[in-house]
């Protein structure tokens, strides 16, 4: 414990969701204490005696981890709200990657206001850890600090975009010099990530998607994150136009060739990971993608949203977590709300399986906290025992939708939702209080992303291939009558 740290102690929680190392789990007390010390978890159980300098009633309170947020691009994604809910290319396997996010992309300089507006979302939904999957650049890391969450800002780097150009398929312009380059790039990024002096900065890298880097820059990523303790985390088998590009080039599935490589492996973290052969979508009797996947010891970031909008499903999270495949959950999408993930795992995964056991609470929750955190190789955080990090959420247990409270966790994933999450501490510094964002004020941001996006309405005619208007490509539910 501080020698100079005061300790503040939950009393009486009616619910805390503690971390029960033997059994590598989650278990509920209830009428326990809670306390911490500075940064650090100190005592996680009944009777706590020792020293208090503030002393909570928790009586009606519910104290759960924080959220790891595995896989997020919220540099951009808060300044697509009301485009992309109901948009896929039907040419492209209704994926919306190929033909509409390159036109919808709103300018660079709007990066720190969309990233403010999706933490303020991520912290109020618990989230206090994000992986950033973004664009490496100075600034980053003091844009993180200043909200007051823990990030890992994991610099993508790639030789080229791809594009279409007739709606129905994909080129790639792809200049691999540029992309060695990106890499040496983003090395130097987050190395100088990690030393900020916040201490909540980390900084990782990756290679951004498996058809935008060539296997040296992958195999180069990998051998440098390993030289750092790191893992890498890829975008593969997220499409059907990337799973057939990986069959055209190399002969092999993306899985097989991550395998084939040497990428595919416990240093490696793919985003999404539905499209296996055996995906009901891909008719690809020739491969074996899920057993090379378990045996393989790679993980897999789960961001169910962002597909469901149009119809696509991981096959299923439940097939993956019993088979020992580690699956953390991410919110790849506006609204930055692991909740909603968390809620649609669950729902989604069960859909497509026909079943009610093809996605369990348990692993989703397991996914957001513990299973995320020792994905990113902190086993300090997603988990509430002394010595952990103090990364937490204050549930009220008063919310109605928190009543009755036979199963709080269910209440709280399928009913309560954000609405009943009342305080976030992270490094035991609060940082949401009474449901409201204490370190940073986002009305400034909001208007500036109401500015990007009319200029990327504006713009979009000339980005889109056929010179289509935003409003042809995605309409509104409803007419304006004039």
Same mark, same amino acid.
């Given at each position: 414990? +501080?020698?100079?740290?005061?300790?503040?102690?939950? /009393?009486?929680?009616?619910?805390?969701?503690?971390?029960?190392?033997?059994?590598?789990? %989650?278990?509920?007390?209830?009428?326990?204490?809670?306390?911490?010390?500075?940064?650090?978890?100190? %005592?996680?159980?009944?009777?706590?005696?020792?020293?208090?300098?503030?002393?909570?009633?928790?009586?009606?309170?519910? @104290?759960?981890?924080?959220?790891?947020?595995?896989?997020?691009?919220?540099?951009?994604?808060?300044?697509?709200?009301? =485009?992309?809910? *109901?948009?896929?290319?039907?040419? $492209?396997?209704?994926? +919306?990657?190929?033909?509409?996010?390159?036109?919808?992309?709103?300018?660079?300089?709007?990066?720190?206001?969309?990233?403010?507006?999706?933490?303020?979302?991520?912290?109020?939904?618990?989230?206090?850890?994000?992986?950033?999957?973004?664009?490496?650049?100075?600034?980053?890391?003091?844009?993180?600090?200043?909200?007051?969450?823990?990030?890992?800002?994991?610099?993508?780097?790639?030789?080229?975009?791809?594009?279409?150009?007739?709606? %129905?398929?994909?080129?790639?312009?792809?200049?691999?010099?540029?992309?060695?380059?990106? $890499?040496?790039?983003?090395?130097?990024?987050?190395?100088?990530?990690?030393?900020? #002096?916040?201490?909540?900065?980390?900084?990782? !890298?990756?290679?951004?998607? @498996?058809?935008?880097?060539?296997?040296?820059?992958?195999?180069?990523?990998?051998?440098?994150?390993?030289? /750092?303790?790191?893992?890498?985390?890829?975008?593969?088998?997220?499409?059907?136009?990337?799973?057939?590009? @990986?069959?055209?080039?190399?002969? &092999?599935?993306?899985? *097989?060739?991550?395998?084939?490589?040497?990428?595919?492996?416990?240093?490696?973290?793919?985003?999404?990971?539905?499209?296996?052969?055996?995906?009901?979508?891909?008719?690809?009797?020739?491969?074996?993608?899920?057993?090379?996947?378990?045996?393989?010891?790679?993980?897999?970031?789960?961001? #169910?949203?962002? !597909?469901?909008?149009?119809?696509?499903?991981?096959?299923?999270?439940?097939?993956?977590?019993?088979?020992?495949?580690?699956?953390?959950?991410?919110?790849?999408?506006?609204?930055?709300?692991?909740?909603? *993930?968390?809620? =649609?795992?669950?729902?989604?995964?069960?859909?497509?399986?026909?079943?009610?056991?093809? +996605?369990?609470?348990?692993?989703?929750?397991?996914?957001?906290?513990?299973?995320?955190?020792? =994905?990113?190789?902190?086993?300090?955080?997603?988990?509430?025992?002394?010595?952990?990090?103090?990364?937490?959420?204050?549930?009220?247990?008063?919310?109605?939708? =928190?009543? #009755?409270?036979?199963?709080?966790?269910?209440?709280?994933?399928?009913?309560?939702?954000?609405?009943?999450?009342?305080?976030?501490?992270?490094?035991?510094?609060?940082?949401?209080?009474?449901? *409201?964002?204490?370190?940073?004020?986002? &009305?400034?941001? @909001?208007?500036?992303?109401?500015?990007?996006?009319?200029?990327?309405?504006?713009?979009? #005619?000339?980005?889109?291939?056929?010179?289509?208007?935003?409003?042809?490509?995605?309409?509104?539910? !409803?007419?304006?009558?004039?």
């Amino acid at each position: 414990m +501080s020698e100079t740290a005061g300790v503040t102690v939950f /009393r009486n929680c009616d619910w805390l969701v503690a971390w029960d190392q033997a059994a590598k789990s %989650h278990v509920y007390l209830r009428g326990a204490d809670f306390a911490f010390s500075g940064q650090d978890i100190v %005592h996680v159980g009944k009777g706590y005696d020792g020293p208090a300098t503030q002393e909570i009633d928790a009586r009606d309170r519910m @104290i759960i981890p924080g959220f790891v947020d595995i896989h997020s691009h919220p540099g951009h994604e808060p300044g697509w709200k009301g =485009m992309l809910e *109901e948009l896929g290319s039907p040419k $492209l396997g209704q994926s +919306s990657l190929y033909e509409f996010m390159p036109v919808f992309q709103v300018g660079k300089e709007y990066t720190r206001p969309c990233l403010r507006v999706a933490v303020s979302e991520l912290l109020k939904s618990g989230v206090t850890t994000i992986c950033d999957l973004g664009r490496p650049r100075d600034s980053w890391a003091d844009e993180y600090a200043e909200t007051g969450i823990r990030a890992v800002l994991w610099g993508m780097f790639r030789s080229g975009p791809w594009k279409t150009t007739n709606g %129905h398929s994909v080129e790639y312009d792809l200049d691999y010099a540029a992309g060695d380059k990106a $890499l040496k790039n983003a090395i130097e990024i987050a190395d100088k990530a990690s030393r900020h #002096p916040s201490g909540r900065i980390t900084g990782f !890298f990756g290679p951004a998607q @498996i058809d935008t880097c060539s296997e040296g820059q992958i195999r180069d990523a990998l051998a440098a994150a390993r030289e /750092r303790n790191q893992p890498i985390q890829i975008h593969a088998a997220q499409s059907i136009v990337e799973f057939q590009e @990986i069959v055209r080039r190399y002969g &092999a599935t993306p899985v *097989e060739w991550l395998d084939r490589i040497g990428a595919l492996g416990p240093d490696t973290i793919i985003g999404h990971c539905i499209f296996l052969n055996d995906h009901p979508w891909i008719h690809y009797p020739h491969a074996n993608d899920f057993e090379i996947l378990r045996d393989s010891g790679a993980m897999v970031a789960h961001c #169910p949203v962002v !597909f469901a909008r149009r119809g696509i499903a991981l096959n299923t999270l439940s097939r993956y977590v019993k088979a020992g495949i580690q699956c953390g959950i991410g919110t790849d999408s506006f609204p930055h709300n692991m909740l909603d *993930e968390m809620r =649609m795992a669950c729902y989604a995964g069960r859909i497509i399986g026909g079943s009610f056991t093809a +996605s369990t609470t348990h692993d989703v929750f397991m996914g957001a906290t513990a299973t995320g955190a020792d =994905m990113i190789r902190r086993p300090d955080l997603g988990r509430l025992a002394p010595g952990c990090k103090a990364d937490f959420s204050v549930v009220d247990m008063r919310n109605p939708y =928190m009543q #009755p409270d036979y199963e709080p966790i269910r209440s709280l994933v399928y009913s309560a939702n954000d609405r009943a999450i009342r305080d976030v501490y992270v490094d035991g510094r609060q940082v949401v209080k009474e449901g *409201e964002v204490v370190e940073f004020d986002i &009305a400034e941001d @909001i208007e500036l992303l109401r500015r990007a996006q009319s200029e990327a309405i504006a713009a979009a #005619p000339s980005h889109d291939w056929a010179g289509r208007r935003l409003d042809q490509l995605s309409p509104r539910v !409803f007419a304006i009558k004039e």
